[in-house]
């Protein structure tokens, strides 16, 4: 390994519990707090604070009035930190599975419109073929997966970019698409109307949609835009799917989210679609990874598979 020189002298002095340490007093912001939680004395958490602090060659936590706060390179330290240990625990909970006869460890994170097609159908796929794989599947927003990948608390994100900065940390693999579905509650006033106005639905009912910076709220208001529409003024603006979905069936708002999240309501007879289509595209999804990483054989089965779905999908 062609190190700098800085990098071996770190070898040599940084331990785990050093950045556990790190870890933990940036959760407390004050070294007896820190102290009790690492079940270490006081005096030997400020040692052990100034020991890492001359290895890294600066000060990683200035004093203010409410505690201890990261310096701008102690943030960076304490990303490394956090990275560092999150890879540790990794691996601790794939050795743990592999010697309890599995084949280790796999977590995934996906973006709710890629769960129900693609991802639960690979992950299903993937348990058949190896029994003893032990899997985690996180459901979240693009912006939320693509920390916990750079955290290294999931092994892949079925996400999309969200961010110019991205770009540089991960790969991108595309998989497919999302299409947006206009939805209300079975015996709702709209149910059944053909070609409903746009403009009436937007200056007379309420609606249920996503964050403003979420993908499908930028399509539909860029729907809006092309018809020369405002925006409507009677939003519930949501961040959680299955709250959504539940406001939905006991309010007379319209709902707006991809096909796939509400396909099985649709099918249930909980709710219908308008005939209404939002032809915006939204931005691709796919398989994110991080830049430099290399995939451990369950990871690249499993990529393979979705491979698979998602041509099977297009097909």
Request: charge should be negative; hydrophobic fraction near 50%.
């Amino acid at each position: 390994m062609n190190a700098s020189p800085h990098a071996r002298a770190l070898f040599s002095r940084l331990r785990y519990k050093h950045l556990l340490m790190l870890v933990t007093l940036a959760g407390t912001r004050n070294l007896h707090r820190a102290a009790e939680a690492l079940h270490m004395s006081q005096p030997a958490t400020t040692r052990m604070l100034q020991d890492v602090e001359e290895a890294f060659g600066c000060v990683l936590f200035e004093r203010q009035a409410r505690g201890l706060k990261p310096t701008a390179l102690g943030a960076e330290i304490l990303e490394f930190a956090r990275r560092a240990l999150n890879g540790l625990d990794r691996c601790a909970e794939d050795l743990d599975a592999r010697r309890a006869g599995g084949y280790g460890h796999l977590a995934v994170g996906a973006i709710m419109g890629a769960l129900p097609d693609l991802v639960v159908r690979a992950i299903a796929e993937s348990k058949a073929r190896q029994p003893g794989l032990q899997l985690r599947i996180l459901g979240d927003t693009s912006d939320q997966l693509t920390e916990l990948l750079e955290q290294e608390r999931i092994d892949v994100a079925i996400a999309r970019f969200t961010q110019p900065a991205d770009l540089g940390r991960f790969t991108f693999e595309p998989l497919g698409n999302e299409h947006l579905a206009v939805v209300v509650r079975t015996g709702h006033p709209l149910a059944g109307r053909a070609a409903p106005d746009l403009a009436e639905l937007v200056a007379e009912w309420p609606w249920i949609l996503q964050p403003e910076a979420s993908p499908a709220r930028v399509a539909l208001e860029a729907a809006f835009a092309r018809r020369q529409l405002p925006p409507p003024a009677d939003v519930i603006e949501c961040g959680s799917v299955f709250a959504m979905l539940q406001l939905v069936q006991i309010t007379d708002a319209i709902l707006v989210l991809t096909e796939a999240v509400v396909r099985d309501h649709l099918r249930t007879g909980l709710m219908v679609s308008l005939d209404l289509e939002i032809t915006e595209p939204l931005t691709p999804f796919g398989m994110l990874l991080r830049t430099g990483q290399v995939p451990g054989a369950a990871l690249e089965g499993f990529l393979g598979l979705l491979r698979q779905q998602a041509a099977g999908a297009a097909a």
